[in-house]
């Protein structure tokens, strides 16, 4: 069925390392995605889009990375902080949906000082 | 979480009864949604407006029910109907069709608890 996915529940780096995190999804008409971070007991913020046409995208300390062959999506966190300890989750929309958002379950990211 | 207030923060009810909860935003945006989140779980949409007095159900709307009488406010009941209602409700706003119509900002969220 349609979803989006990630590989890893998980991912502890050590502070000041970069830290990758990883989305799939299953449909090829997906033309839009969207990493969102959210802290314990908080509602998601924004951190990065990116729409089908695009291959990267770059924001501040952050990299997207979209590969469109393998449907796969990766957020790239340089420099992690401990304030980017947080839950991050891939949302993908498409053409056709009413601009409606599928969440994935979310990569727990921990960063050790 | 911008211009969304959801209040309250916490909130706790009896089986059986309904309850509302409360989304107010200050941004002006023509759009708003109501997502659910249990433990180890992404967002699950219930419901959402593109613009007032217009709303459409979401992949999980049985036993919720919403209104979008004013621009500012998308209120979100959650009655007796609704099987499993303790979870954490964030209401988001974007600008909707008449602007970028993928964006989406989260308010800070209520923790419903129903015993």
């Known amino acids: 069925g349609e979803s989006v996915g990630l590989h890893l529940p998980t991912l502890s780096v050590q502070e000041g390392d970069n830290s990758i995190i990883n989305c799939a999804y299953s449909?090829?008409?997906?033309?839009?995605f969207i990493w969102y971070k959210q802290e314990s007991g908080k509602g998601p913020q924004f951190i990065i889009d990116?729409?089908?046409?695009?291959d990267k995208r770059q924001g501040q300390r952050v990299t997207v990375l979209l590969n469109k062959t393998v449907k796969h999506l990766s957020l790239q966190i340089a420099a992690t902080q401990p304030g980017d300890s947080a839950v991050y989750f891939c949302?993908?929309?498409?053409?056709?949906?009413?601009?409606?958002?599928?969440f994935g379950k979310g990569t727990l990211l921990t960063v050790n000082p | 979480d911008g211009g969304i207030t959801q209040s309250p923060k916490y909130l706790f009810r009896k089986e059986g009864q309904n309850v509302t909860l409360s989304c107010e935003q200050n941004?002006?945006?023509?759009?708003m949604y109501w997502y659910r989140q249990d433990p180890g779980q992404g967002l699950r949409l219930i419901y959402y407006?593109?613009?007032?007095?217009?709303?459409q159900k979401g992949d999980i709307a049985e036993g919720y029910s919403v209104s979008r009488e004013k621009k500012e406010s998308f209120p979100l009941t959650v009655t007796s109907a609704q099987k499993n209602p303790t979870a954490f409700y964030l209401c988001?706003?974007?600008?909707?069709?008449?602007?970028?119509?993928?964006?989406?900002?989260f308010g800070p969220g209520t923790r419903l608890t129903v015993t």
């Open positions: 949302a993908e929309s498409r053409t056709g949906s009413n601009y409606k958002l599928t």
């Open positions: 407006s593109q613009i007032v007095n217009d709303f």
């Open positions: 449909n090829s008409a997906s033309d839009y």
């Open positions: 988001a706003s974007g600008p909707g069709l008449a602007g970028a119509p993928y964006e989406q900002y």
């Open positions: 990116i729409r089908s046409n695009m």
């Open positions: 941004l002006n945006h023509d759009a």
